[in-house]
């Protein structure tokens, strides 16, 4: 794969004096912030303690990319390998994801500055665990193929946990020119699935309708594309990029599947001077929390059922339901409703795990305190 950083590495070595150490201060913060550095994160690094240690020599830097626990960081010195700090490992602070800003002391991190967003789902597995997909992202761009691929169930799914991120979702409905003559139901469905939401139509061959891209694609804007495998995500990064910086493989033709082409998550500062990151392939997304994102994404039904009768329907037979009228003649169709009620079963279930996980972690280490101060009584 062509790396996308030329530009900047070759800056950034050309910044770096005989000591390694930066060179000029503004030209620096210039290379900090073609990775999305600004003020916010500034007054982050500059509250914590390792900033404000100098013997410490710490330094903040951007998490680029993440494969199998080898992470690559961008810091005012240009990409270096790194790793967590052995202590992050035990502490409950969670991992570094890619895009988050990191606090550094040579090769390792020792901790993450506070994220501006950050799209998780409960990691493979049976453990409660998350996993933070992409951290301190502005756009999340959700991309369906036109293809066995489309499923406004889907959508809706992903568009929940766009919303639970706080960065802003925009749906990209990509293979245009496979949709033929039914892409103005495929456009119609996901608008339904998407209430409010940008769509953005796109035929990533040709470059059709990728212009639409442009006003998201501006300088340190952190952007990101998710979507099953094979959907072409990375073929329009590509298109965006004006490049072929990425590797893109042909979809099986029987269903469209996707063959896992990307592999790792990776940010790239684009020739526009968006920072993008582009992702491998997820079909299934299992949520993690996701009851604040329901609300956003399923705002038409939540708001619907204030309007019935009895303010704890269940939307059964109760007289004057709105939700019951709104089935009937339509206007919330049967199966977006059904995946509501499914997506906050699941996001209750997974709050009720988390909570049982953290009371557990709770016990364990009063537990241990006990035991300690036990073990030391007789030094007080
Ligand atoms: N017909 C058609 N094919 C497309 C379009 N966009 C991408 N493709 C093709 O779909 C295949 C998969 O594209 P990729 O960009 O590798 O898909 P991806 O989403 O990055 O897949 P993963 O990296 O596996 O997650 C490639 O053969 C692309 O040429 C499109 O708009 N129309
Ligand atoms: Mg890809
Ligand atoms: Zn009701």
């Known amino acids: 794969m062509i790396k996308c950083y030329s530009v900047f590495a070759g800056s950034a070595r050309r910044q770096r004096n005989e000591s390694g150490a930066p060179s000029d201060r503004n030209q620096v913060t210039d290379l900090l912030r073609a990775f999305g550095w600004d003020s916010a994160f500034e007054a982050h690094y500059a509250a914590c303690a390792d900033a404000r240690d100098p013997s410490l020599q710490s330094e903040p830097g951007r998490v680029v990319s993440q494969h199998k626990g080898e992470y690559r960081v961008v810091t005012a010195r240009g990409e270096s390998a790194a790793e967590p700090a052995g202590r992050m490992y035990y502490e409950d602070a969670g991992m570094p994801a890619v895009g988050d800003w990191v606090v550094l002391r040579g090769p390792l991190?020792?901790?993450?500055?506070?994220?501006?967003?950050?799209?998780?789902?409960?990691?493979?597995?049976?453990?409660?665990?998350?996993?933070?997909?992409?951290?301190?992202?502005?756009?999340?761009?959700?991309?369906?193929?036109?293809?066995?691929?489309?499923?406004?169930?889907?959508?809706?799914?992903?568009?929940?946990?766009?919303?639970?991120?706080?960065?802003?979702?925009?749906?990209?409905?990509?293979?245009?020119?496979?949709?033929?003559?039914?892409?103005?139901?495929?456009?119609?469905?996901?608008?339904?699935s998407a209430p409010g939401v940008t769509v953005i139509a796109t035929s990533a061959p040709s470059a059709e309708g990728v212009e639409a891209f442009a006003p998201y694609l501006l300088p340190g804007r952190t952007l990101v594309l998710l979507g099953s495998s094979g959907v072409g995500k990375s073929t329009?990064?590509?298109?965006?990029?004006?490049?072929?910086?990425?590797e893109t493989r042909a979809v099986r033709e029987s269903d469209s599947r996707g063959r896992h082409t990307t592999t790792s998550r990776q940010l790239v500062v684009l020739p526009s001077g968006a920072i993008m990151l582009d992702t491998p392939g997820m079909r299934e997304l299992q949520l993690w929390g996701g009851e604040e994102g329901i609300q956003q994404s399923f705002e038409d039904i939540e708001t619907k059922a204030r309007e019935c009768f009895f303010s704890d329907c269940t939307h059964g037979s109760e007289p004057g339901c709105a939700i019951a009228n709104a089935l009937l003649d339509g206007t919330i169709p049967t199966a977006r409703f059904e995946n509501y009620l499914k997506l906050r079963r699941e996001a209750h279930r997974q709050r009720l795990r988390v909570d049982q996980h953290a009371a557990q972690a709770e016990k364990k280490k009063l537990k241990q305190l006990?035991?300690?101060?036990?073990?030391?009584?007789?030094?007080w």
């Open 109 to 192: 991190i020792q901790s993450i500055l506070p994220r501006k967003s950050k799209f998780s789902r409960q990691a493979a597995g049976t453990k409660t665990e998350e996993q933070v997909v992409a951290a301190n992202v502005d756009t999340v761009f959700l991309v369906s193929g036109l293809d066995h691929d489309f499923n406004p169930r889907r959508i809706e799914r992903f568009l929940t946990m766009a919303y639970e991120s706080r960065a802003q979702p925009v749906l990209v409905l990509n293979k245009t020119d496979v949709a033929g003559e039914r892409l103005p139901e495929f456009v119609r469905d996901a608008e339904r």
């Open 236 to 246: 329009l990064i590509n298109r965006m990029a004006g490049a072929e910086i990425f």
């Open 370 to 379: 006990f035991r300690g101060f036990n073990r030391g009584k007789h030094r």
